[in-house]
């Protein structure tokens, strides 16, 4: 209760932001600009996620891109974007993107962050205009300052992560983060150019009647999984698959729900990247009260080997994510 009161709903990310620093007595405020930083690539991308569909005809509109240039696919947009914004702030002093196979180096050897991320998530989605997402991943780095960043910044482990958090660009843009202390959502006002805070504690429900997967990959999914999701059509569950990481576990993430992504046979050690969708993800997930599995361990547990590593993922409420659990190992024993 004392926190709703502290942050109301209504006030600005960065007095939130400044308030939640001020709980801390020891921070020195770089982690709270490295969150504004990303806040404002996140209103960059949104103004580029809206103008997309104009894009074409944009001509028409008399805001050609003066240099005539070939427009760039939005994932290029907005990595490039987020780069700059992050190389502008200081705090971070290397990036791994989604969309790079290699550290990027800010020049900023001064930052005591690094930053993973996935700048767009679900990009094929955006030529039919469904809602995509950026998501990042924040860890404070383990090489001395001054030095150039190494992979070992990079791969220190789900649990590690100081900061974690999302951008949904959907029917209203949303910003999504957790700093290990609990979930808080903004919701952006674009005629204003902020962001609200409009959800202070976001927490999953317990358990959920919805379960998100792409079911075209059926006859490709191990038995167990079969047989859970065949479980939960006997219940009348609503499946819902939006195709788009972010906006199918927002909805589950105020709805309740499963998001799974198992091994198929084209991606058998699962689709999505564990440094920048599952660990983020899972961080969030738990935080909210809420449970993220690959079939073996906890996502957060899994030891990182590579930057684009694969991991499956099953994520969302607790009681869901328990009970494709229960019967993932019932059949590894009956194996
Ligand atoms: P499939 C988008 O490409 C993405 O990375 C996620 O946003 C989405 O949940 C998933 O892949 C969709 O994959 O194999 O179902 O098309």
Redesign the pocket.
């Known amino acids: 209760q004392e926190n709703v009161l502290a942050n109301p709903v209504g006030t600005t990310l960065d007095r939130y932001i400044m308030r939640k620093q001020s709980e801390f007595p020891f921070a020195t405020g770089e982690l709270s600009q490295l969150l504004r930083d990303i806040a404002l690539a996140g209103k960059i991308i949104n103004r580029e996620v809206n103008r997309a569909g104009l894009i074409d005809i944009a001509g028409a509109f008399g805001n050609q891109n003066i240099q005539g240039e070939q427009q760039q696919k939005l994932d290029v947009v907005a990595n490039i974007r987020f780069i700059r914004a992050l190389k502008n702030g200081g705090q971070a002093c290397a990036i791994l993107s989604e969309e790079e196979d290699d550290i990027i180096y800010t020049g900023n050897d001064q930052g005591k962050y690094v930053v993973a991320m996935d700048p767009l998530?679900?990009?094929?989605?955006i030529d039919v205009n469904v809602s995509i997402g950026t998501i990042f991943s924040i860890y404070r780095r383990v090489t001395p300052v001054g030095t150039q960043a190494t992979r070992e910044d990079f791969l220190q482990g789900g649990r590690k992560q100081v900061a974690a958090g999302y951008v949904l660009y959907g029917s209203s843009t949303m910003l999504v983060y957790t700093t290990g202390h609990g979930v808080a959502g903004f919701t952006y006002e674009n005629s204003l150019g902020e962001f609200f805070l409009s959800h202070p504690e976001i927490r999953i429900p317990q358990d959920g009647a919805t379960f998100s997967c792409?079911e075209?990959?059926w006859y490709q999914y191990p038995e167990s999984i079969r047989a859970y999701l065949t479980t939960c059509k006997q219940r009348g569950y609503s499946g819902r698959?939006i195709?788009?990481?972010?906006a199918?576990f927002h909805r589950n993430l105020f709805k309740g729900g499963i998001?799974l992504?198992p091994p198929t046979e084209k991606t058998p050690e699962g689709?999505?990247r564990l440094l920048y969708?599952c660990y983020p993800l899972a961080l969030l997930i738990e935080q909210a009260g809420g449970q993220a599995q690959s079939g073996h361990e906890a996502i957060l547990d899994i030891e990182p080997v590579y930057f684009h590593q694969r991991c499956p993922i099953y994520v969302g409420s607790t009681d869901m994510v328990k009970e494709v659990l229960s019967l993932a190992n019932a059949a590894h024993e009956a194996a």
């Open positions: 998530d679900g990009s094929s989605n792409n075209g990959y698959y195709g788009s990481l972010v199918d998001y992504y689709k999505l969708e």
